[in-house]
């Protein structure tokens, strides 16, 4: 009997090592703070002791970061959310509350006939099929349990639903309130409620990685400049794109070189370089989703800034009009791009005036004139030019049939009466298209096409097997963000599985 139970104790022994050994033995990471831990410990490749320890460690809280540390954190383990910004939510913070999918519920209850195929198709199609169809695949069938994720996650749509992009198909969901905040907000609070560990201020700088280069920490500073070193399991890149970086933009999308940019300011791209520095592929198309707007200062939602869309006519900076004034705005954004002037001018007359021109005249974002010729050298215009660019689209316009770009002929309108207007826009943009290549596990490849061991990335620091030059929908990086979110968080939980126990709890 004593010879039994010195067998059964040894061997509990044992067990108990083992399990100390593959991270049972670990300290639990904090609770939940705003704020960064301030425990400090040496930069190596191999975290101390007395570092912070957690599962999963997700860099970047905008739409892919929270998606993923509010499924890993419901996966059971311990999640630590880094956010350089000292507010959640990046560019789909500022965004305007979009998310396109098919069969979500709400597409359901009004029977709408969509497939997740034809949206894939539709996706490919605008990439000119210079994209990876798995990927595409995998997101569009996710797209509506990703509504319905979000819904059951407190976001609140509206019953609304429209086409979007070249697409007749009413994909595009819209937040009832609040536009990007009604989508940030509701999971910020579940990701608080339910004791994800949120850092505010605090910069990832560096992924760690031991002598087999499988990721195994993060060094970050605090908004006191202090050394964090977190000792993880599991690593989500989620830290958005690169066009807040003028020399990230001149390599790998300089067509959009001095640019406007209306993504988060903190969009420098040092995921990307986190991504390529632990030895992923990288892929970069020179695109990006282009946009319009007036100043860097002025948001496209105000009064002033939502001039760029009245649909009248548009010329360059000569005066020679260069597209579809109506045509989908990524779209817009490349014919502006290859007509390559700096700064092109939107012109009304007295008859389509609005008061939103009045301000847009004294913060020095328009001119008015009683004559085309006046306005000519107020712009810098070519006077014979402009005259001539404003008598043709006058002709097109009277004829009922624009054959120069085939703009519908109800929105031609002719502008014939004094005063003139014409409003100064610039090319924008709105994110980046490039990143470190992923499978549909979120996994970050190396160029022989093997997983990093413990590195995973969603949202737009990972979106370059998605699209080529042009956006294709509005909403559809978002969707791509929270799905491709949620399905990093999860994957990341089961990687940190295999070094044993992971929770609160051990």
Not at 286 to 315: K, N
Not at 413 to 425: H, K, M, Q, S
Not at 485 to 499: F, I
Request: glycine share 10%; charged share 20%.
């Amino acid at each position: 009997m004593r010879k039994n139970l010195k067998t059964i104790v040894t061997v509990f022994t044992v067990l108990s090592l083992i399990f100390t050994l593959v991270g049972c033995g670990q300290q639990p990471a904090p609770q939940t703070t705003t704020e960064a831990p301030t425990t400090v410990a040496p930069t190596t490749s191999e975290p101390e002791d007395e570092g912070i320890r957690t599962d999963v460690v997700v860099i970047g809280a905008g739409a892919a970061g929270l998606a993923a540390a509010i499924e890993a954190n419901r996966a059971g383990a311990r999640v630590i959310l880094l956010e350089k910004m000292p507010f959640v939510g990046g560019s789909t913070l500022l965004s305007g509350g979009i998310v396109l999918a098919t069969n979500s519920p709400i597409q359901q209850d009004q029977g709408i006939e969509d497939s997740a195929e034809a949206l894939a198709q539709y996706w490919l199609d605008r990439a000119e099929g210079n994209a990876d169809e798995d990927l595409l695949t995998f997101v569009a069938e996710k797209s509506g349990e990703t509504i319905a994720w979000l819904m059951d996650n407190g976001v609140e749509f509206s019953d609304n639903i429209s086409a979007g992009g070249t697409s007749p198909v009413l994909r595009l969901h819209y937040t009832k309130a609040d536009r990007g905040f009604g989508l940030i907000k509701p999971l910020e609070e579940v990701a608080i409620n339910e004791g994800v560990v949120i850092m505010l201020q605090t910069t990832a700088q560096k992924l760690l990685l031991n002598n087999a280069n499988e990721v195994n920490g993060v060094v970050a500073i605090d908004k006191d400049g202090k050394e964090i070193i977190i000792d993880t399991k599991a690593v989500v890149l989620a830290t958005g794109g690169f066009d807040r970086s003028e020399d990230m933009k001149d390599q790998y999308a300089p067509v959009a070189s001095g640019h406007i940019s209306y993504s988060n300011a903190g969009n420098v791209g040092d995921g990307f370089l986190m991504a390529e520095e632990a030895g992923a592929e990288m892929i970069y198309k020179d695109g990006v989703i282009g946009f319009r707007g007036l100043d860097g200062s002025v948001p496209y939602t105000s009064a002033i800034g939502g001039l760029i869309w009245q649909p009248h006519l548009y010329v360059d900076s000569e005066g020679n009009r260069f597209t579809n004034e109506v045509i989908d705005y990524p779209i817009f954004y490349q014919n502006m791009a290859e007509n390559g002037s700096e700064v092109f001018y939107l012109l009304f007359d007295q008859a389509k005036y609005v008061e939103s021109l009045d301000e847009a005249i004294e913060r020095g974002f328009a001119y008015k004139a009683s004559t085309l010729e006046e306005l000519a050298q107020l712009t810098g215009m070519d006077e014979d030019v402009l005259i001539g660019t404003v008598s043709r689209y006058n002709d097109l316009a009277e004829s009922g049939e624009d054959t120069d770009f085939g703009k519908p002929a109800a929105l031609m309108n002719p502008l014939t009466e004094g005063d003139f207007y014409a409003v100064a826009v610039k090319p924008a943009t709105l994110g980046t298209f490039g990143g470190p290549v992923i499978n549909t596990d979120t996994e970050v490849l190396r160029p022989d096409g093997t997983a990093i061991f413990g590195l995973f990335a969603a949202g737009e620091v990972a979106n370059g097997q998605f699209f080529y030059k042009e956006y294709p929908a509005s909403g559809t990086s978002i969707q791509m963000s929270f799905t491709l979110g949620r399905v990093a968080g999860m994957k990341a939980v089961e990687h940190a599985s295999l070094y044993g126990c992971i929770g609160h709890d051990h």
